[in-house]
């Protein structure tokens, strides 16, 4: 009983966290607005527009996938397209990494062997992206990020490099542990963002690696496995969100 508990507290602290950093994101967008990044007319601004409506949505879509039951529910499995799923994301997260003087990049391939369909539920797997890509732009002081999909021989790949600090490797098996910071840490976080991403990732049967130098930064693999029927992503039969936590 008392780990059920604790598994709901840990859920809903996962929850804000995701919600939090929409709202961040939506903030540094406003900001830039409001100091003319983009300049004054419409055609100028709708950029900036179109990235504060995502990061609304983003907020809702989060609050309204955990609003229903607090019981144990099956992710809701669509079918779509990989290649737009991460322009959209590259287009929200370009003025944000815009605003940290950081340059960010969105690199694809001109084929993909199996194309890019995914059969996966929508809101965790942004919110898998999306916390990788936030902990990239904290992490970065200067220089570039990098938002890849890829084919790996027969896999679909993600991957996002950042050019940021680095952990150092005695680090790495600790960085998706629930709420473990690192001690030489300045940024503040509630440790989170990559336990989510992990979670995703196991419930998607996905696989997730992590390389990282000191000093020279960070590169997630995110590699969707080929399957039979060519639709990369989990089986019809689904999985549990709240069963893996």
């Known amino acids: 009983m008392q780990q059920d508990v604790l598994g709901k507290q840990l859920d809903l602290s996962a929850l804000l966290h995701d919600v939090s950093n929409a709202l961040?994101?939506?903030?540094?967008?406003?900001?830039?607005?409001?100091?003319?990044?983009?300049?004054?007319?419409?055609?100028?601004?709708?950029?900036?527009?179109?990235?504060?409506?995502?990061?609304?949505?983003?907020?809702m879509s989060l609050v309204e996938a955990?609003?229903?039951?607090?019981?144990?529910?099956?992710?809701?499995?669509?079918?779509?397209?990989?290649?737009?799923?991460?322009?959209?994301?590259?287009?929200?997260?370009?003025?944000?990494?815009?605003?940290?003087?950081?340059?960010?990049?969105?690199?694809?391939?001109?084929?993909?062997?199996?194309?890019?369909?995914?059969?996966?539920?929508r809101v965790s797997i942004d919110r898998m992206i999306c916390n990788i890509l936030t902990n990239a732009i904290k992490?970065?002081?200067?220089?570039?990020?990098?938002?890849?999909?890829?084919?790996?021989?027969?896999?679909?790949?993600?991957?996002?490099?950042?050019?940021?600090?680095?952990i150092p490797t005695e680090q790495l098996s600790n960085i998706f542990i629930p709420f473990w910071r690192s001690p030489n840490s300045s940024h503040s976080g509630r440790g989170l963002g990559l336990y989510v991403a992990l979670c995703v990732a196991h419930a998607h049967g996905l696989n997730i690696n992590v390389d990282s130098t000191v000093g020279q930064g960070?590169?997630?693999?995110?590699?969707?496995?080929?399957?039979?029927?060519?639709?990369?992503?989990?089986?019809?039969?689904?999985c549990c969100w709240r069963n893996i936590t």
């Open 218 to 238: 960070t590169k997630f693999t995110i590699i969707f496995p080929c399957k039979d029927n060519v639709i990369w992503g989990v089986s019809s039969n689904g």
């Open 24 to 59: 961040k994101g939506a903030s540094v967008i406003v900001n830039q607005l409001i100091e003319g990044t983009y300049g004054q007319s419409l055609e100028e601004i709708r950029p900036l527009l179109i990235a504060l409506r995502d990061s609304h949505d983003r907020g």
């Open 139 to 166: 992490y970065t002081s200067c220089g570039e990020i990098f938002l890849r999909l890829l084919n790996q021989e027969d896999d679909l790949v993600i991957e996002i490099e950042d050019t940021g600090c680095g």
């Open 66 to 121: 955990n609003r229903v039951s607090q019981e144990a529910t099956p992710v809701i499995l669509t079918r779509f397209d990989m290649l737009a799923f991460l322009q959209k994301t590259y287009d929200l997260f370009n003025p944000i990494a815009q605003y940290h003087s950081l340059k960010l990049h969105y690199q694809t391939q001109s084929s993909y062997r199996h194309g890019t369909q995914v059969k996966a539920d």
